[in-house]
């Protein structure tokens, strides 16, 4: 057995847990917040037999595309202002992070 752990933007989140819910996946989803462009993000915990993984890699992939977003870049804060950059960037969003962890137990009450 294994836990799936996929950090998605929230821009996808929806898509995504219809998919799995359509694939009789059981996910719980978390609120997140990502460090980089501090924007939402959506944490799904999925837990799936060995097999299943490939499967359920492929439904995420299908459904969390990256794509190219404008974004204004956050002030610094205490540090050198010499090289802040005012204007809007364009910089790849979305897509998912996905960790894979051994589970050696599994319990449902």
């Known amino acids: 057995m294994k836990l799936v752990v996929a950090v998605v933007q929230d821009q996808d989140s929806n898509r995504l847990s219809n998919a799995l819910t359509k694939n009789d996946f059981r996910a719980t989803k978390l609120a997140s917040t990502g460090g980089f462009l501090r924007s939402g993000n959506t944490t799904f915990l999925i837990g799936v037999e060995d097999g299943l993984v490939p499967n359920l890699m492929d439904l995420i992939r299908d459904n969390c595309r990256s794509r190219e977003q404008m974004v204004a870049p956050v002030s610094p804060m205490g540090g050198n202002a ?28």
């Open 82 to 109: 010499d090289s802040y950059i005012p204007y809007p960037v364009e910089v790849e969003v979305g897509g998912a992070t996905i960790f894979v962890l051994p589970i050696e137990q599994f319990h449902h009450f």
